[in-house]
């Protein structure tokens, strides 16, 4: 007998039977059903209070961020209680300039407590970022103690004080603000265009992706030339900034940017012209190191390096869409200048000015990035300061 | 009685008395399957429960195509948890042993079905699992090769000598019973 034969008698002969348990199993199943319902409603519900939980976590966070850099109301206080409370803690430095003599005792107390005073001003009018109706406060108070000083320097000698005004440009003092910082989570909104030609036009001879069109259709190499054109890429971004002390800031976020090239072959009496379209999403990380801060205007210096994925890539020959291959990543790194001015305290206006160098890929893919890979850029943008001074 | 399609729109819809009727009319059947695996009675029913709650939890999952094609993956499903059973908790070997001939073979059907699923529960682990993917589940050579790495030869020769020593015990048997 054949194993097929054989193998069929056997199965005919025992596909309808049938064994009974020798207990009753439902039970069990039934349990084991009941437990994986409600392990899927418990799942769902875990799920559900996770993600309340962390979007109040990001609340309470960002709200204990904010509170915590807090500074301009607690300062303001302790100036006026140290001005009327405590007239002995004047700063030991200013005293030693001044020649020691009992007459003028009263007074080197007095100067000292101006210096306490204008120190208190300052350190109020370089971090706060008030506007200069808030900022101007403190001044006018502090103006009271200096025109007092004044007037029994006629007799004595006193000490070359200089009071900082809030109108002066401030240079950072790194050493102070160490102590004194407001620790601001910013976000900001912006948009960037390379600073190039708007169009690059060179000739380049055997482009690789244009030969196989040009072989397909057996043109002679003679009289035949290939353009490039790239426009200036554009981005749009959206960028969120954290203090790591009171002169240097990290910021990341995300930007899109579009990037548009043309490419032609000119051959007699004939144009092919290939347009393409290269859509990238990036993220940026950045260090911000501000430098100077006056009536409202900030400048400071930014560095940091970029990654775009190419997300889409589209091209179009001759008004037919073609399949075309997305780009690798790619990277840049950069360096600019920023300029901001405060429209309101939460809220500013930036200009960064500044060079990016775009490495290469190694794609094959020709782009604005290949062709320029430095390259002058400026962007501008929104900035939203999350920390907003009652 | 209500039909496999019947059944199963009332279990899709959470009726769970539907889901017991569907465990107590396919329960024997997913026993037989299971018996021919595993030798030790409590650990098939074990298997069974396994199945069954696997059956019920993905029967949304599952596409009628007929009167008999949900029988028909109930029987798949309790064979590969049988399957699963007896990797995980026997050992299996293969020889590559020829076997020997034989002049006659008695007839299948001369036994009784209880009897000749024991015989085949009986069989040594590799020998078994060959005979039922072979036999039960319709499986090539290739395929059983495949499941259990091994050759596709040694496949073949296996269900040879699962078939040899199977005749052995059916002929032990009618001559101690006398059929």
Avoid at chain 1, 202 to 213: E, F, G, I, S, T
Avoid at chain 2, 146 to 167: D, F, P, Y
């Amino acid at each position: 007998m054949k194993q097929e034969e054989w193998a069929e008698r056997l199965n005919n002969h025992l596909k309808d039977y049938h064994q009974e348990p020798t207990r009753d199993l439902w039970e069990g199943i039934e349990a084991s059903l009941d437990k994986q319902a409600k392990g899927a409603v418990h799942h769902i519900a875990m799920r559900r209070w996770l993600m309340a939980a962390a979007i109040i976590g990001v609340l309470f966070g960002g709200a204990y961020l904010m509170w915590n850099n807090e500074p301009v109301q607690p300062q303001v206080a302790q100036v006026k209680a140290t001005n009327h409370a405590d007239k002995e803690e004047a700063p030991v430095a200013t005293q030693a300039d001044i020649t020691p003599d009992a007459d003028v005792k009263a007074q080197e107390k007095l100067v000292a407590q101006v210096l306490t005073a204008a120190k208190a001003v300052t350190q109020i009018a370089e971090t706060a970022m008030l506007p200069e109706n808030v900022v101007s406060e403190p001044t006018e108070k502090a103006t009271q103690p200096d025109e007092t000083a004044n007037k029994p320097k006629e007799d004595t000698p006193s000490p070359q004080v200089h009071h900082p005004l809030s109108a002066e440009p401030k240079a950072y003092s790194h050493a102070k603000h160490h102590q004194q910082k407001p620790m601001r989570l910013t976000m900001g909104l912006f948009a960037q265009g390379n600073t190039n030609d708007m169009n690059n036009k060179n000739a380049v001879m055997m482009n690789p992706q244009l030969l196989h069109r040009v072989a397909a259709s057996r043109a002679f190499l003679a009289d035949y030339e290939e353009q490039e054109s790239h426009n200036q890429p554009i981005s749009f971004g959206l960028s969120v900034g954290y203090p790591l002390n009171s002169w240097l800031s990290l910021s990341s976020g995300l930007v899109y940017t579009r990037q548009n090239s043309t490419f032609t072959t000119l051959m007699p009496n004939h144009q092919i012209q290939r347009h393409q379209k290269l859509h990238y999403i990036g993220v940026p990380l950045n260090l911000q190191a501000h430098l100077l801060q006056w009536h409202g205007i900030s400048i400071y210096l930014t560095a940091g390096a970029q990654a775009d994925w190419n997300i889409k890539a589209e091209s179009n020959t001759d008004g037919v869409n073609q399949v075309m291959d997305k780009d690798r990543m790619q990277w840049s790194v950069g360096g600019s200048l920023g300029l901001a001015y405060h429209i309101i305290p939460q809220l500013s206006l930036y200009a960064e000015p500044g060079v990016r160098h775009y490495m290469d890929n190694g794609s094959t893919i020709n782009n604005y990035f290949k062709d320029k890979p430095t390259s002058f850029n400026l962007q501008l943008g929104l900035r939203f300061d999350l920390n907003s001074p009652k | 009685m209500e039909n496999e399609q019947q059944l199963l729109s009332a279990i899709n819809q959470g009726d769970r008395a539907a889901m017991r009727q569907l465990y107590e009319r396919y329960k024997g059947y997913a026993m037989s399957i299971g018996l021919r695996y595993i030798p030790e009675v409590s650990d098939v029913e074990d298997v069974v429960q396994d199945s069954f709650v696997t059956i019920l939890t993905s029967i949304g999952k599952f596409d009628y195509r007929g009167e008999g094609s949900l029988k028909g993956w109930i029987g798949r499903i309790v064979a590969n948890k049988a399957f699963d059973f007896v990797k995980h908790h026997e050992r299996m070997t293969f020889t590559d042993v020829i076997p020997d001939t034989q002049d006659e073979e008695p007839e299948i059907e001369r036994i009784p079905p209880n009897v000749l699923t024991a015989m085949i529960a009986k069989l040594p682990t590799g020998y078994r699992m060959v005979l039922n993917l072979y036999v039960f589940e319709h499986c090539s050579h290739r395929e059983i090769a495949n499941k259990l790495g091994i050759k596709e030869s040694s496949s073949s020769s296996q269900l040879s000598r699962a078939r040899q020593i199977l005749t052995q015990m059916i002929t032990d048997y009618i001559k101690r019973h006398e059929i």
